[in-house]
Each structure stands twice: as structure tokens, then as C-alpha cells.
């Protein structure tokens, strides 16, 4: 495979947005879909356009209104803008959440109170404050499958389901992966080239183990075919600092879920020697009627668990055997 090569001053650059960026959570938390989108005006005009079937063409009527974290340190969405009486949220998601039609409305109704404030009208006054109209999207990438389009409504996660609402919420969630939505992509260039630009470097990451050269390389060869081109030229580094962050997130979530599967393997694994130990079974015994090995996992448990009879409280446990673990490791 091609090994495109990476200019010193490229590395240096990302090195610089690296060490500000510090590989944790930005505080500006600017994904590649929000850096795109919030710098090309135009570009999110023609979204707009291909998502409700309009043509405006004047950006001059579009106004961003995206609240960042020098307004609201703990609410914050992707985009946000107004445009022709609509108030429109875009948030990009990586990972399926049930939970974005209650974070999107809270970030509306801090929406609404900055744009109440700016009418110079007193909610509690008797005249009507008119209200922009709120257009919800969600637009997902993530590899976990997901329809085409679907709508997640606030209501689904009402605990009683049999008095009528007072109020319903419904968020618009598009896949835009490659293959999927075609007729919005052929619509909006920008977000056609996005949607492929993800999938090749998941592709290159999933040729070079080096992930840092895999995207490197991603890159490279979406400069070469028009893919993102004048983006990924002005701002490589950029780019690939937003990337190296974003791939060890998805890498961290998924260690998270693998510990989490380990977590529930050595609980029920206490589960199992607690119901033996409670029957007055030998160490021996355990073994055999569990079909298990002896090993120093196993003698470490049953030592730990014999220590807190005759409750023989699950966390306690758990608790001592990690630890004695960790101090193995």
C-alpha cells in the first residue's frame, strides 16, 4: 500500500494542535461535521435546502445562534441558526442515543430565552412573543445499524404511558452513512463528501494498524479525488487532530464496554462460588460442579469470598478482588 508522506511542517502543526487540544475533551468540542458546517455558510444553506425541499439561496438570511460554552458551560449543541421563522438544532452523533430528544429540548428552551430576551418583551407581559419554529436533526454515523430516517419522540421516554402528554418533542434522526440517504447527498455536496470522507479513513484504519498513518493516508488520497479537498488542504492539521480525537473516544468506549463485559463476568462468577460457599462446599467441590480450572483467579476468589462469610456481600467482595488484581498488574 501507498505510503503518502507527511511534511515536518504538517507534523509540527498537528503537534501544536494536539498539545492544545490535549487528546481529551475540547473545550470547544469541534467534530468535524460542526468545524465543516459552522465555517461554510453556504454549505449549510444548501443542507438546509435539501433537507426541506427549499432553495434559498442568500446566506444573509441564515443567522448562527449556537450557543458555546462562554454562554452555557454544560448545554451545548452542534448547530444551531435561524432562518425564514424556523429555528433549526443540528447535532452530529457518532453513537445512538435515546436520550437526544431531552437534551435537544433543554438546549431549545435555552434557545428560547436568549431569543425572548432579544424581543425586548417581558414573558410575563400580555403581548405574544412570536416564536421561530423548531426543526430538529440528527445526523448519524455510527456504525451501530440504524434505518435511513427515523423519528425519536420525546414521549417514548415517559414512564406513565397512560395519561395523554401535555407535551410531545420529536427529533429527526438521518443515517448518513455511505450508501444510505442518497437523494440527500446528490442534494447537499458538502455532506456527501463528509459521509465518504468518514467511511475511507475508517476503511484505511482498518488496513494500516498505525492509525495516526492510516489517516494520514485517508487524507491523502481524499486531497487527491476531490473528497473534502479544499478543507482538508487549508486545514489538514486541523482535521487530523479532530480525527486522532475522535478515534481514541470511539477506542476509550469501546474498552469501557469491554470492561464492562468483564465486570459482569467476575460478578457472576462470585455469584456462583457464593451459592457453593453457602452450601458448605469445599474449594475442590466448586471447581468440579462449575466445570472450572484451578487457577490463581479462581483461588484468589474463593479466598476472598471464604474472608466475608456468612453475608458474603457481593460488593465487598468484588471490591477486594479487584483491587488484589489491580495490585497484581
Request: charged share 25%; net charge neutral; with cysteine.
Amino acid at each position: 500500500m501507498r505510503k503518502y508522506p507527511v511534511a515536518s511542517r504538517l507534523r509540527s502543526a498537528l503537534n501544536a494542535v494536539m498539545a492544545r487540544l490535549g487528546r481529551k475533551k475540547r473545550n470547544m468540542k469541534d467534530q468535524l461535521f460542526q468545524y465543516i458546517f459552522s465555517r461554510n455558510p453556504q454549505a449549510l444553506l444548501e443542507l438546509y435546502n435539501a433537507l426541506n425541499d427549499t432553495d434559498y439561496s442568500d446566506v444573509t438570511q441564515m443567522e448562527y445562534v449556537t450557543l458555546g460554552n462562554a454562554v452555557y458551560i454544560t448545554m451545548k449543541n452542534d448547530l444551531a441558526f435561524l432562518l425564514s421563522g424556523t429555528i433549526n438544532l443540528y447535532e452530529h452523533q457518532s453513537t445512538l442515543n435515546p436520550n437526544i430528544p431531552l437534551r435537544l429540548l433543554i438546549y431549545l428552551t435555552e434557545e428560547y430565552q436568549v431569543y425572548a430576551s432579544k424581543q425586548k418583551k417581558s414573558i410575563y407581559g400580555s403581548t405574544r412573543i412570536l416564536l421561530p419554529i423548531p426543526q430538529c436533526v440528527v445526523f448519524y454515523n455510527g456504525k451501530s445499524p440504524a434505518p435511513e430516517e427515523a423519528v425519536l419522540h420525546l414521549s417514548d421516554a415517559f414512564s406513565n404511558k397512560t395519561i395523554a402528554p401535555s407535551l410531545e418533542f420529536n427529533v429527526r434522526m438521518i443515517n448518513i452513512n455511505a450508501g444510505y440517504n442518497q437523494k440527500l447527498m446528490n442534494a447537499c455536496r458538502m455532506l456527501s463528501d463528509y459521509s465518504r470522507f468518514i467511511q475511507i479513513c475508517r476503511d484505511f484504519c482498518g488496513k494500516i494498524a498505525d492509525r495516526d498513518l492510516a489517516l494520514e493516508n485517508a487524507i491523502e488520497y481524499c486531497i487527491e479525488n476531490d473528497i473534502l479537498k479544499e478543507i482538508l488542504e487549508t486545514s489538514r492539521a486541523e482535521v487530523l487532530g479532530m480525527l486522532l480525537y475522535d478515534f481514541d473516544e470511539e477506542k476509550f468506549k469501546k474498552t469501557l464496554k469491554e470492561e464492562g463485559r468483564e465486570e459482569g463476568v467476575v460478578r457472576e462468577r462470585i455469584r456462583m462460588f457464593t451459592v457453593k460457599l453457602r452450601k458448605g462446599k469445599s474449594y475442590e467441590q466448586i471447581l468440579g460442579e462449575l466445570e472450572l480450572a484451578d487457577s490463581p483467579e479462581n483461588t484468589s476468589l474463593y479466598g476472598i469470598a471464604l474472608k466475608n462469610a456468612p453475608d458474603y456481600e457481593e460488593e465487598a467482595i468484588f471490591s477486594e478482588y479487584m483491587a488484589s488484581a489491580n495490585r497484581k498488574l
